[in-house]
């Protein structure tokens, strides 16, 4: 079992920089792939961006390729989301999710999820 608590989030203007945090307890952290999803108002949620259990496999959605960056220190059970030249349209609740199946883009792969941290990005 893993139970997550993501932080990090805030209001910001476009052009900023923010780095959410995913603490993680539970011993299976570390063998579990760490995913971020996101849900704007209105929308459904959609996946960000994930880390597979060693952090060295990645992957981002298109409309953050190049701007964000995951991450994960499996020592500090702590995975990341570095966000750089934030828009507008990155305004949404941002959630981390852990899977046991290996590195997803799919919400239904992912089982466990935290409660999730609000990003509002003003131009």
């Known amino acids: 079992q893993v139970q997550l608590v993501e932080s990090g989030g805030g209001l910001v203007q476009a052009g900023d920089s923010l780095r959410l945090s995913c603490a993680a307890s539970g011993s299976t952290f570390s063998t579990s792939s760490i995913g971020w999803f996101r849900r704007a108002p209105g929308q459904e949620r959609e996946f960000v961006a994930a880390?597979?259990?060693?952090?060295?496999?990645?992957s981002y959605a298109d409309s953050v390729k190049g701007r964000f960056t995951v991450s994960r220190d499996n020592a500090k059970n702590t995975a990341y989301l570095q966000m750089t030249n934030l828009r507008p349209d990155d305004t949404a609740v941002y959630y981390c999710a852990a899977s046991r199946t290996g590195l997803s883009r799919k919400l239904l792969d992912y089982r466990y999820w935290g409660q999730g941290t609000q990003v509002t990005v003003s131009s």
């Open positions: 880390a597979a259990w060693g952090g060295s496999t990645t």
